[in-house]
C-alpha cells in the first residue's frame, strides 16, 4: 500500500515535468478572481479561504513554527492545486473516466492504514502537502483520478512512454481549459504546467522521473 501511494505521487510529478508545451495563456484582467479556467472563476475569496483552513491547521500544530515558516507560498500552492485539479477533471472527463465517493473513501482508509490512523495521515498531509484536514478527500480524489485516467487511455504509468500519453492528455485538457491567472498570482507556466515559479514541495523531490528532461527538477 506504501508502494502504490508513492507511485502515484511520482507519475503525477513526472506527467507535470514531462508534459509538453501548451499553448500561451491570456493577460486579461478578470476582477475577484485568481484564475479563469474553462471559463470558470477561481475566485481570490476561495484561495485565500483554502490558504486560511491550512494556516488554522498548522497553529494547532505542536510544529507551528516550523510548517508556518515552510509554507509562504500557500496562496499560490492553493491556486496550483485548484487549477492542476480542474486540468484533471478534463482529462477524465475527455476520456470517459469518473470517480465514485466510494473509491474516495477506500483511497483515503488506505493512507490511514499506511500512516498508522486518521491523526497520523492528516498530520502527513498538513506537513508535507499543505493540504488541511477538510481537503485530504480533494486530494484523494487525485490518488484515484489518475491511475484510472491511465487505464482509460491504456497508458503503464510505470513506462515513460505511457506517462508521455498521460502527459498528452493533460495538455490537451490544459490547451482546452485556456487558462488565465490573476497577475497578482503570476503566471501559468506552460511547459512546466505550474504557476509561475511556484512548484509544490511534493511534485519537486520525485521530479527523477523523465531525467531527459533538461528543465526536471528545476
Known amino acids: 500500500m506504501h508502494r502504490r501511494h508513492r507511485t502515484a505521487l511520482s507519475i503525477l510529478a513526472a506527467t507535470l515535468v514531462a508534459a509538453p508545451l501548451l499553448s500561451a495563456c491570456g493577460n486579461q484582467a478578470h476582477p475577484g478572481a485568481a484564475a479563469v479556467v474553462g471559463g ?3 475566485e481570490v475569496s476561495a484561495v485565500q479561504a ?5 494556516r488554522s491547521a498548522q497553529e494547532s500544530s505542536p510544529q507551528a513554527v516550523q510548517l508556518v515558516n515552510k509554507s509562504g507560498q500557500l496562496n499560490r500552492a492553493k491556486l496550483h492545486g485548484l487549477i492542476f485539479s480542474r486540468i484533471l477533471d478534463r482529462a477524465a472527463e475527455d476520456a470517459g473516466v469518473t ?9 483515503r482508509l488506505a493512507n490511514r492504514a499506511q500512516y498508522g490512523g486518521e491523526e497520523q495521515l492528516r498530520a502527513m498531509m498538513l506537513q508535507q502537502r499543505w493540504v488541511a484536514p477538510d481537503q485530504i478527500d480533494a486530494d484523494m480524489r487525485q490518488e484515484v483520478q489518475l491511475p484510472k485516467l491511465a487505464e482509460a487511455l491504456g497508458a503503464d504509468l510505470g513506462t515513460p512512454a505511457g506517462q508521455q500519453v498521460v502527459g ?11 487558462i488565465d491567472v490573476n497577475p497578482r498570482f503570476g503566471t ?6 505550474q504557476l509561475g515559479n511556484y512548484s509544490a514541495p511534493w511534485i519537486s523531490q520525485v521530479t527523477t522521473f523523465a531525467p531527459q528532461d533538461p ?3 528545476a
Open 188 to 193: 501559468w507556466d506552460d511547459q512546466k504546467m
Open 99 to 107: 470517480v465514485t465517493r466510494k473509491e474516495i473513501q477506500e483511497m
Open 168 to 178: 498528452e492528455a493533460l495538455t490537451k485538457a490544459s490547451k482546452a481549459l485556456d
Open 50 to 54: 483554502q490558504a486560511a483552513d491550512v
Open 215 to 217: 528543465q526536471a527538477g
Open 40 to 42: 470558470e472563476r477561481i
